[in-house]
């Protein structure tokens, strides 16, 4: 359910609608707008009388939400989501660009990754220091390591980082090191994690399953708003399907629909997403056209000595030639790229 | 295998390796190009010694194509394949247009739609006249007499027609009236239709079937091919997954490894992939961004009351305002529309 | 709409009924049952005022069929559809046997075959005349000359002979020579060929389409039934999903909810459903304690040089095994092996 | 790889073995059997030159194994895992049954459930005191008080529980309270969590994720079995496709192949796989005759007033039944009802 306050309603009233709610045993949400306040309410809001509500002071109108989703549905709040990370931002005018290798490998690595995307105006690096490996025997990432490699990475270039989280253990670590904290396609149902990093006061880029349908991806953003958590960022990343011409199928038309139901911005994984190089460049244009918000692609010094992924990352020239490329139609599909 | 003739090679000279090839019992197929003639085979190439062709006049080299399919394979013909249709072209340069209802339901109303689409520059209108439809009491299509109605519309307004083809029985009377001729997606393994249309000298529209590998796809090319009809269209309208959010699931990311692996033009149809009109201009302009030379798009003069598919149809307005976007982005991509 | 004639209706009167559906412009479909005849209409019956049908002699009531597939739903078939091949049948007390090679190679392993499966009890056999190849180049079947070496082997050992048919152009010369006409999965939505065998008289066994759901499955054996051929096999065959362990997803859980819709009987082919001969033997046990009428299995005398699908195959002492085993569980599960 | 000792090699040449594999940074794996002991090694094998271990007193021979998993893959382990569960057995003579309520509700209807299971000869109960839910909003289970409850039942009525364990976190108190860890499909790829329960040691039930090729389902089993847990059941509960007709497909085909390439058990889950309690008889059927070691299914007093997944669960007279027609066709199939 939502509350819709009056535009001039006053922080007492505002205040005291929050107390009602959580005397009828519900969780409200604070929803402020340009011109006004609205409340969400979870929890079991089924036997709720709205009319308890709508005869407080200062408020205007209770909507029911139809959706199972709620904190992430368009119903409860029509406004596009947009906030910053770093030095740059995430909202409907802006093309977010985040670029960096698949695992953290060493700290020279990074650094220089890290410069070269700053030179190019690329204001956040992706980096995996915990991995999640299909086998047990491979390389699982540089860890608690890595993250203090991240610190010193982020002081010496003012690059944000944005890096996964596999397990509530380290949520406080990585939390405290990353701008922006990644939930990889295979924990989007985890909901013991998703619950954890609800916790958080940091951005939550949340991958897409990979046989996950747009009301369970968006039932998994409602994990994470639940707690208190609101600037959640979906990302395509490919589904699985009988399709072989690449690694997934990258289901760019999740874009449309995704931006009807859902008011939260979506970014796109083409290196995963199709699994070859000579793809990515493509399927990025195609992204951008198609409404994505913005693009985290795997990028590497030197991909054929990558640790991980190799094939499906660009090298530093490919990748510039791409900027290039995004830059020529971002402005008239009425984006900056950021 | 791919005979490639030197640059100078006379007339004669190729003629004689024709001879040669028919007489090791297998077709020859000559492939002119900018600079020298090649000249593919196909059949049981396993058997034959390539010295034999290699030591006649003229040839410069013979080369084994590895791929299960010869003519649709880029290995046996390197540059895009290019034609022209009606008063328009496809090529690598340009993003053909093809946009019309799904049924064509009576002449005022495809008469209306041809002028509106001339009018706009759009040279290649798409109805059905017979309509592959799930249950056999619904409307098949005017049929034969629909056929009549497209020449009377391309006479009076020159526009080019494309329509399905279902069976090898109307074959004749659907390549003497149209342009393009159709292989609905439920067709895409018809082999026997196949066949029969590429006997017709005319391009082949063939749609990716629901769930066709990229490789199933090419070899369905391969057989109209086969028959000597070379001008095939591959389209890519939707595949079928787990996923809900739209009617099939629109695979753009076909698009770049098909280019790799054939030299056939390859157009998109957003209506069907997606199945709602609010999601065709964004994926129209991905298409476009991923590298497609061309699109198939559903409109109506009045999608709510259309005899079929009216959910997935643009209105006229709509439809001019999606060709205005496309523009925008055609020019910095690289293509003129067409 | 279904029309059930009261228990002792007279000839008379259900003549009576049938013209007044087709003075409707209707088309009326006599369906005998044990105790009483009923009527299905089908056409465009939405507009149609049951009670001009409920008013005449005889008739007991007008139920409206709320399916899309009217003549396959069990709504206006109650009983389980039952019928007689050749020297067996097909019917819900009986697991009927379909063996043989994946391509008629020549007489004498067809004859071979032939005797083998007589001997041990199986009265159908399958192979293929005309294949469907995804290669141009590939085997394409011994076409009619194979249709001759049926009626042969028919008439020389009474084994009843299923083959496939691929085009209206064959439809006659196949149903003159064959007991059971297949209609393969890639041509299970080619609608003037289903259109087609609904004019014969043979029993056609309607393989599903590699991405079918249950409901255009049915729809697809409506098109044949609405033509006036109500002898329908189901085969389930494997559908195409992301699984790469077998060849296709064997899909056995479609049995029950085709049971509980239709009263078509159901076969399993096992072979292409797995693509590797292992896999054989305990999917077929699965299949026949699933509730499947049927099986279509492949089987050669020497299944390593098979022309095609050899790998799938079973040779003859594995068959015989397999054999034994269903046995075992076909009386407890209420099955008589036919 | 995998060393292989002598038959009568004795415990002192086997220990010399195991700590001449820690010496290469190695993990051994002792892995006895009725006539020899083997010895799995994990970790970089690559560069091992197996000359170092096959010189050592009481070595027959070291083998290569060429899957990636390595403690799950039959080359390693070539007879069937077989272990005791409470009062019942998991072996390939064995067809052992888990039945009982999605959610653990209360004491009261967990007790009944209970008796009856252990008077119809049903020694292991599945119930869930934490819930994966879709929705933050739905009941999530009763959690550690459910645990308290399971100690009661199994102490009053002696059967063994599995339950299933979502989180790092309740792995001790979870441990304690069951006989069987569950490991939902949603987590099959929670890396973290398969390593915490490896390091239990209680039998792990691993849910196949809802679209999970064979390969990382056994890999999988791998990150539970490198860490010491031997004891892995496979648990095939239907995966995702583009099917309606059941809520998930469900994939007995896995069957064959997973009992090739490991030497695991493997159960099936048709209530979940189907999601409708009619498909659950015929697919239990057909589970056993394809070949799987047990059943996990889910039944409820009052089904219709179920908290969690009425729709799929079965009564208590429809399971007493099913467990009767599964009792006629276990013997021919060599196993018996455990």
């Given at each position: 359910m ?7 309603a006053?922080?007492e009233?505002?205040?005291r ?8 045993e ?10 006004r306040?609205?409340?969400g309410?979870?929890g079991?809001t ?12 200062g408020v205007?109108?209770c909507?029911?939400?139809t ?24 909202n409907s005018k802006?093309?977010?660009m ?7 490998e ?7 990754t890290?410069?070269?995307?700053m ?7 992706r980096?995996?220091a915990?991995k999640?490996r ?7 990432g ?11 990475v ?17 949520a ?14 295979r924990?989007?149902q985890?909901?013991?994690?998703l619950?954890?990093?609800g ?8 991958k897409?399953g990979?046989?996950?349908?747009l ?5 998994a953003a409602?994990?994470v708003m ?13 589904v ?7 690694r997934n ?8 629909p ?5 008011h ?19 399927m ?5 056209a198609?409404?994505?918000d ?10 054929d000595r ?20 995004l830059?020529q ?10």
């Open positions: 939502l509350v819709v306050m009056q535009a001039g006053s922080p009233q505002i205040s609608v929050l107390d009602s709610i959580r005397a009828l519900l969780t409200p949400h604070p929803l402020p707008g340009a011109t306040t609205a409340i309410i979870t079991n089924g036997a709720v009388d709205s009319r308890l509500l709508e005869v407080l002071p205007k109108e909507i029911r939400v959706k199972p989703y709620k904190l992430a549905s368009r119903e409860m709040h029509s406004a596009d989501t947009a906030f910053d990370i770093a030095s740059t931002k995430v802006t093309f977010t985040v670029a960096g290798p698949c695992s953290l060493n700290e020279a690595m990074i650094m220089k890290a410069e070269f995307l030179e190019n105006g690329v204001k956040l690096m980096a995996g915990f999640p299909t086998s047990p025997y491979a390389f699982q540089m860890g608690l390591e890595g993250l203090e490699i991240f610190k010193r982020k002081k010496r270039t003012g690059i944000g980082i944005v890096t996964e989280l596999m397990d509530t253990e380290h406080a670590a990585v939390e405290d090191a990353v701008d922006v904290i990644q939930i990889g396609t924990n989007m985890n909901f013991s994690l619950k954890r990093v916790l958080t006061r940091k951005p939550v880029l949340l897409r990979m046989s996950a349908t009301e369970e991806w968006l039932m409602e994990y639940a707690g208190g958590n609101y600037q959640v960022i979906l990302c395509e990343r490919g699985r399907t009988f399709s072989d011409h690449s199928t990258l289901d760019l038309s999740v874009i449309p995704a931006k009807i139901l859902s939260l911005p979506i970014f796109v994984d083409p290196s995963h997403g199709t699994g070859k190089r000579a793809f990515v460049p493509p990025s244009l195609a992204a951008l198609a409404g994505a913005g693009l985290l692609v795997e990028i590497h010094p030197d991909p990558a640790m991980s992924d190799g094939a499906q990352s660009l090298d530093f020239p490919n990748f510039q030639k791409m900027l290039g490329s830059r139609i971002a402005e008239p599909l009425g984006r900056q790229m950021g």
